[in-house]
């Protein structure tokens, strides 16, 4: 007996297969090489870009190390998360004592401004009400900061859910009525370091005080330090997280986001009237166009010259290597709004995306795709919640000249000797993937000359001559 699956309209179901006779038993779904990351992964993230916090699971001591080690191997910065170490008997009768225990020992080592509470799939399965116990803990520790707490099982979702759920959390349980400011909020997705601080720069080059949430562009990417520094300085404050609903409007990133409910921008407009910008990540030209639109909407202001000039050289650029890039048939894999910008950037530089795989399971992602990329080719293979056994599959049938995305590819871009294009995340075989750019004109730029390098590179060493002169 083999347990396998099949895909049908796009889930997975089981089969029932049988060798050498015997009763017929279900098959089993199992992953190979995921393209994702745990649920709570993306939560600590968010918390790592709040002023003052600490990312504390309450779960088993493994799941802090697993997340510490992709985080750090990723931005190559040190970062602390606790834990409540459940144990065997916590497992069976409850955490309650080994969150407050926990709690109070965060107290004494760190005194954090801001506590990010992630439940993990322990935690979860067992039922632990941590509403509840967050209220148990206040009316014992006099001194704790808001506990800011958030669902996030793994074996429900993906780190891009987790992210997403964060973010949500902090604001619902933080933001309170305010006076209006005629600030922007800004909720950008899991970028780098780079592209947060370069959405802040185009953000207030229109003249309005800005708040991204969350930012992590100095907690994850900051100057050395003379000596250890447990809470990093950086990220966005507690207090301009409960001033969010007098912000004039919250811009929301992400093409999986416009239609959803449960974002922090839609609860900042049903619950606070913060009107709600819901666009795709600003990859690419008319991705980043749309962008800037938006904000000279906000704003009133015109578009300031450096950004034209920013386009106009990306324009030019893309003429310049056009032949190179123009019908190259690309995978591109990793986060599904990621995805969906860099398939949309790459279809306007000319390139044919016949790969688009996400990762975490997306509700309508073919739909979702195809409404954010028009251009897309009718004959791409759209793959959703897939690891890379299935990518793989698809991608060895479909002539590719490039891949696209995190370092988890690679194992398949060496089997196909074929160059990989490293974006998103992780990279853990790379340096400065903190400080990879891929939003606004500036970014698309950079993309571009490494897209078309990569290109270039490969096709001279294939070269029987090994020309030196393009």
Same mark, same amino acid.
């Given at each position: 007996m083999i347990p396998t699956y099949q895909q049908k309209e796009g889930n997975f179901v089981t089969e029932e297969r049988v060798l050498g006779g015997g009763e017929a038993l279900p098959g089993i779904a199992a992953t190979q090489n995921a393209c994702k990351l745990c649920t709570p992964l993306g939560a600590c993230l968010v918390f790592k870009g709040i002023r003052g916090a600490m990312p504390f699971l309450h779960g088993s001591q493994g799941c802090a190390t697993y997340i510490r080690r992709y985080l750090i191997s990723h931005?190559?910065?040190?970062?602390?998360?606790? $834990?409540? =170490?459940?144990?065997?008997?916590?497992?069976?009768?409850?955490?309650?004592q080994n969150l407050m225990r926990g709690l109070r020992n965060v107290l004494e080592a760190y005194r954090p401004e801001l506590i990010g509470l992630a439940t993990t799939c322990l935690s979860e399965t067992i039922g632990e009400d941590v509403g509840l116990l967050v209220e148990e803990a206040r009316a014992t520790l006099p001194n704790l900061p808001p506990v800011v707490h958030v669902s996030t099982a793994s074996y429900r979702g993906s780190h891009a859910d987790g992210f997403h759920a964060a973010t949500a959390a902090l604001v619902a349980q933080l933001a309170e009525p305010t006076s209006p400011h005629g600030g922007i909020a800004i909720f950008? #997705? !899991?970028?780098? $370091?780079?592209?947060?601080?370069?959405?802040?720069?185009?953000?207030? $080059?229109?003249?309005?005080?800005?708040?991204?949430?969350?930012?992590?562009?100095?907690?994850?990417? #900051?100057?050395?330090?003379?000596?250890?520094?447990? !809470?990093?300085? #950086? #990220?966005t404050p507690v207090e301009a997280l409960r001033a969010l609903p007098g912000c004039a409007a919250a811009i929301e990133l992400g093409a999986t986001l416009i239609r959803?409910?449960?974002?922090a921008a839609a609860h900042l407009a049903a619950v606070h009237a913060v009107p709600r910008f819901a666009l795709p990540l600003p990859i690419g030209i008319r991705a980043t166009d749309r962008f800037l639109a938006t904000l000279a909407e906000i704003t009133g202001r015109r578009i300031p010259a $450096?950004?034209?000039?920013?386009?106009?050289r990306l324009a030019d650029a893309l003429i310049d290597g056009h032949k190179i890039v123009y019908g190259k048939r690309v995978a591109v894999y990793g986060e599904a709004d990621l995805v969906i910008g860099l398939s949309g950037f790459l279809a306007e530089m000319g390139g044919r995306p016949v790969l688009c795989a996400a990762g975490g399971e997306v509700r309508d992602f073919a739909g979702i795709l195809r409404e954010a990329v028009p251009a897309l080719p009718?004959?791409?293979?759209?793959? =959703?919640?897939?690891?890379?056994?299935?990518?793989?599959?698809?991608?060895?049938?479909?002539?590719?000249?490039?891949?696209?995305?995190?370092?988890?590819?690679?194992?398949?871009?060496?089997?196909l000797g074929l160059p990989l294009?490293?974006?998103?995340?992780?990279?853990?075989?790379?340096?400065?993937?903190?400080? !990879?750019?891929?939003?606004?004109?500036?970014?698309?730029?950079?993309?571009?000359?490494?897209?078309?390098?990569?290109?270039?590179?490969?096709?001279q060493s294939c070269s029987a001559i090994g020309y030196s002169y393009l």
């Open positions: 931005f190559r910065e040190p970062m602390d998360i606790a $834990a409540s =170490n459940f144990s065997e008997e916590a497992a069976v009768f409850g955490g309650t950008p #997705g !899991i970028l780098s $370091a780079a592209d947060l601080r370069h959405l802040r720069e185009i953000a207030c $080059a229109f003249g309005r005080e800005v708040t991204i949430v969350p930012d992590y562009s100095d907690t994850l990417d #900051g100057p050395t330090w003379a000596t250890y520094e447990p !809470i990093p300085p #950086g #990220g959803r409910t449960d974002t $450096a950004f034209e000039a920013e386009r106009g009718e004959e791409a293979v759209i793959l =959703n919640g897939k690891d890379f056994a299935e990518i793989g599959k698809a991608a060895r049938q479909l002539n590719l000249d490039l891949l696209v995305g995190n370092s988890k590819g690679y194992p398949l871009a060496r089997e294009l490293r974006v998103g995340f992780p990279i853990h075989d790379r340096i400065g993937a903190q400080r !990879i750019l891929h939003v606004g004109y500036r970014g698309a730029l950079a993309l571009f000359d490494s897209l078309a390098n990569s290109l270039l590179e490969r096709k």
